[in-house]
């Protein structure tokens, strides 16, 4: 009688896992199932989802009324293409409710699968405006350095992060990009770049910019004051359009429902995905300005993926968002990660190690580490949104993590983050020790775990080389999340 495979060996025969080295693949860490901001593996491992997933779930994991909403529309139907002129109620409905939260004039959605074919298609739509202008020479796609738009032949090719792109050329052509937007970098030079390059290239030959409102993949890095409102100054002086990624920030990350808002950006495409469904079912909408369906008017749009506006998906994301709604996550995300950011700014600059360390929403592990820079609005808002649905009791995601290589540093943020006392000791100890906080690390017996998922085999040029799935929860935790219960609480900072 043969021995029946495990569930881990057949996904080594079977699976190839996105990002892991084809023919060399790690022990699978196979999820059972998820409550709120906890996970269980198959033997019953109770992990904290530190990072969101892939910053898709919201409204945390497992939620019986997002359920019951997609048996019921399975029930009663389960899919009819949305191509020509066919429509489902559930897709109509949530158009009109995203157009109500959409920022001005962005009334209109494209539906999608996911990110990368919502950026393939603000690239069509783009180019195919400016054809139907008669100017189909106006067709560049200005992106920036590190910036992450996806893995299609187009969305790929904005990507700015050279080796997620080797091998597989030839990519669209027509993509230029430009400096960084760090948090340090200057923005008038920035702008001045932007500047020179529609010089060089000549602005009647540029289609669109396209920007995450805060980079995400490419190292969480909130842009510096004053770059958005510029930039978009400038494009609107030569005419080029504005395609904006949401597909992170979207539906409440950075304390608005879209980042948009929260820089206060009038975007010709807005691309969002991932927690419009909080990633139940995957589903992602494209909001075009008036602006441009003015532009196509009269066009036919010959593009579209099969499943556009499922009507599981459309009834989920309903749901969902009526959750966010609520549960006021998103303002809550707003308030909570003000109190954060205070707290956090009141251990900066004290000279100790957590001013190496950045605060962010990513599950990456940047090379080489950056310096101290915290999302205001990202970081600590997804952080708030946690701190909020774990005080409500329904669970939420924490997405904040420490970007750092050393797990004890990324629990002592966790620590951190509730301005914990022992956080004090802990520096205190460090000081004891000369200020050598490396070793103090090594010393100090806190009790949280992290679970790291080592990739091997990457390239070291990448942005990250593993991946922090979530934090065991040990006994320390969980009285960090108790004291998360009491709202009498106060997150003081101490040490
Ligand atoms: C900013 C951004 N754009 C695009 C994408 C691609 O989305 P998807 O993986 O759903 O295709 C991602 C995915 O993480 C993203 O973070």
């Given at each position: ?81 949305s191509f ?7 897709s109509?409905?949530?158009a009109?409710?995203l157009?109500?939260?959409s920022?001005?004039?962005l009334?209109r959605v494209f539906f999608t699968n996911g990110g990368s074919e919502g950026i393939e298609t603000a690239i069509k739509l783009v180019r195919l405006a400016w054809h139907v ?6 067709n560049?796609i200005?992106s ?5 738009h996806g893995v299609g032949v187009a969305s790929l090719a904005a990507t ?12 669209a052509?027509?993509f ?31 289609a669109a910019?396209v ?30 359009l504005l395609i904006l990624d949401e597909i992170?920030?979207g ?16 975007a010709d495409v807005i691309v969002t995905a991932k927690?419009l ?5 995957p589903m992602g909408a494209v909001f075009v300005h008036?602006?441009l369906v003015?532009l196509l008017?009269?066009t036919a749009f010959r593009h579209g993926f099969t499943y556009n506006g499922h009507?599981?998906g ?182």
């Amino acid at each position: 009688m043969s021995v029946p495979a495990t569930l881990a060996e057949l996904d080594a025969a079977h699976v190839i896992h996105p990002h892991a080295v084809v023919g060399a693949p790690a022990a699978p860490v196979i999820w059972a199932r998820g409550r709120g901001a906890t996970l269980w593996d198959i033997d019953g491992k109770e992990y904290i989802d530190g990072t969101c997933g892939l910053w898709q779930c919201a409204v945390g994991h497992g939620r019986p009324e997002l359920a019951r909403v997609a048996a019921e529309q399975i029930e009663r139907l389960e899919f009819y293409a949305s191509f020509w002129n066919f429509a489902n109620e559930p897709s109509i409905r949530l158009a009109a409710r995203l157009a109500e939260l959409s920022p001005a004039g962005l009334d209109r959605v494209f539906f999608t699968n996911g990110g990368s074919e919502g950026i393939e298609t603000a690239i069509k739509l783009v180019r195919l405006a400016w054809h139907v202008q008669g100017r189909p020479e106006r067709n560049v796609i200005l992106s920036r350095k590190s910036a992450y738009h996806g893995v299609g032949v187009a969305s790929l090719a904005a990507t700015g992060i050279p080796p997620l792109k080797e091998g597989f050329g030839p990519l669209a052509p027509g993509f230029v990009h430009l400096s960084t937007p760090t948090r340090r970098a200057d923005a008038d030079a920035l702008v001045a770049e932007l500047r020179a390059t529609i010089d060089e290239l000549g602005a009647e030959t540029i289609a669109a910019f396209v920007g995450e409102p805060v980079m995400g993949v490419g190292g969480m890095i909130p842009p510096p004051d004053g770059y958005w409102p510029q930039v978009q100054a400038v494009l609107r002086e030569h005419g080029i359009l504005l395609i904006l990624d949401e597909i992170v920030t979207g539906y409440g990350r950075t304390g608005r429902w879209f980042g948009a808002q929260r820089y206060d950006l009038d975007a010709d495409v807005i691309v969002t995905a991932k927690a419009l469904t909080s990633g139940y079912i995957p589903m992602g909408a494209v909001f075009v300005h008036d602006r441009l369906v003015e532009l196509l008017a009269g066009t036919a749009f010959r593009h579209g993926f099969t499943y556009n506006g499922h009507p599981v998906g459309s009834a989920v994301a309903l749901a969902n968002l009526e959750i966010i709604e609520r549960e006021g996550l998103v303002e809550r995300a707003a308030s909570v990660g003000a109190r954060m950011l205070e707290r956090l700014r009141a251990v900066d600059g004290r000279g100790h190690p957590f001013g190496r360390l950045t605060l962010s929403i990513s599950s990456f592990v940047p090379k080489p580490w950056t310096p101290f820079q915290w999302a205001p609005f990202a970081g600590a808002g997804a952080l708030a949104a946690k701190l909020d649905t774990i005080k409500r009791g329904v669970g939420g995601m924490a997405t904040v993590r420490v970007l750092h290589e050393n797990p004890r540093e990324a629990a002592l943020q966790a620590l951190l983050a509730r301005g914990d006392r022992r956080v004090g000791d802990f520096l205190e100890g460090a000081a004891r020790l000369g200020g050598d906080w490396r070793r103090a690390l090594r010393e100090w017996d806190g009790d949280l775990e992290f679970h790291t998922t080592r990739v091997r085999g990457l390239d070291e040029r990448l942005p990250w080389d593993h991946f922090d799935v979530g934090v065991k929860k040990t006994g320390l935790l969980r009285e960090w999340e108790r004291a998360q219960l009491d709202e009498a609480t106060p997150l003081a900072v101490s040490g």
